[in-house]
């Protein structure tokens, strides 16, 4: 129990001088209500988590897209990482789970650069054109006022059916969005507020 204590009473003194960077941080920036990771991996448990016994074969995973369009956000940057972050825990939690993950942005060779090296890449010029893949995690992306609804579905290619699905609503204030911003939805511009 003093230990305990010990350590809280640390942990609350190390929060009493900011870095400066966080001191400068403007006073109106928006801060994530609760960690976008956790709401991820819930998606990506439930998906993997009731799943029957399948076939041996690959599985690769693609980014979320908006529900109406099938891609990317042109107006909605937030939406965008989202899709993209769901895609990274879809392909970490089905490694943790034991699937034969094949990494599909995999370009043939490192690419150096003065300040980095990189291996991914979508330009398909430098991407392997012989990837099997049997298994698919695919989802759609949805955005309410409040939350945005999140689709994921696991494919079998070679049959064409949906083995797992399931969907969620993560909070608009994990992932970035405050009631103030501006958007565009069905080609017309939105501000919504409080």
């Known amino acids: 129990m003093k230990i305990l204590l010990s350590l809280l009473l ?3 003194m190390g929060c009493s ?12 920036q928006v801060v994530a209500e609760e960690p976008l990771l956790m709401h991820t991996e ?3 448990n439930r998906l993997f988590g009731n799943l029957p016994p399948i076939e041996y074969g690959n599985l690769a995973v693609v980014s979320f897209t908006e529900l109406e369009s099938l891609a990317l956000s042109q107006a909605n940057h937030s939406l965008n990482m989202l899709g993209l972050q769901l895609q990274e825990s879809m392909l970490t939690v089905s490694t943790q ?9 995999a370009a043939n060779q490192v ?10 890449s979508r330009d398909s010029a430098d991407i392997s054109k012989d990837i099997n ?13 409040q ?14 059916t949906v083995i797992a699905a399931v969907s969620d609503n993560i909070p608009n204030s994990v992932i970035g969005l405050n009631a103030n911003q501006i958007q565009i939805k069905h080609n017309k511009l939105y501000r919504s507020s409080l």
């Open 147 to 160: 939350t945005t609804t999140v689709n994921a579905r696991l494919l079998d290619l070679r049959e064409g």
């Open 17 to 28: 001088h900011l870095p400066s960077w966080q001191e400068d941080a403007e006073v109106g």
């Open 10 to 12: 640390l942990s609350l």
């Open 133 to 145: 893949v049997r298994y698919m995690v695919v989802g759609t992306l949805l955005q309410g006022n």
């Open 111 to 120: 690419q150096l650069f003065k300040d980095h090296e990189r291996l991914l």
């Open 42 to 44: 819930q998606v990506a």
């Open 97 to 105: 789970r034991g699937f034969n993950v094949v990494e599909i942005r």
